[in-house]
């Protein structure tokens, strides 16, 4: 098979990269590399992230096609498609064939969480209800 070149955006932004892909490739594969490439590249970084606190990795939660309408029918072809397992072989074969340079994959990416040692993250709402018990008596 033969690789042909796609580029990605992440969450909408200005954070994209490029990716050469055949159109064999399993929605594993690409999101294993969407999520390898992102962490590396320069093109992929938050701005100011070097000033931030080191998060964990994030990992792809979805991937969907923006489809060019240059030479496509607007009335009939879709803005856009979530790729799934079943059609993902079918999105990047119609890709290679009439959209290279032209059709972008949007990633959506999992925020990582953050933590520190020994400090939960939240209060649950027992915890706070426990807190509050004596307050509403004097309000």
């Keep these: 098979m033969s690789a042909f070149p796609i580029i990605f955006n992440i969450d909408g932004s200005t954070r994209h990269e490029l990716l050469l892909i055949s159109a064999s490739t399993s929605l594993k594969d690409l999101s294993a590399q969407i999520e390898s490439t992102a962490e590396a590249s320069p093109n992929c970084q938050e701005f100011m992230a070097k000033y931030a606190k080191k998060k964990g990795p994030q990992h792809v939660e979805s991937i969907k096609v923006r489809w060019a309408m240059a030479g496509r029918d607007h009335k009939t072809f879709p803005g856009s498609t979530v790729l799934t397992d079943d059609n993902v072989e079918a999105a990047l074969h119609l890709i290679e064939k009439s959209g290279i340079g032209k059709d972008?994959?949007?990633v959506k990416l999992s925020e990582p969480e953050e933590t520190k040692e020994g400090f939960p993250t939240a209060r649950s709402?027992?915890?706070?209800?426990?807190?509050n018990e004596g307050y509403n008596e004097f309000v």
């Design 125 to 131: 709402n027992a915890t706070n209800e426990k807190t």
């Design 104 to 106: 972008v994959l949007e």
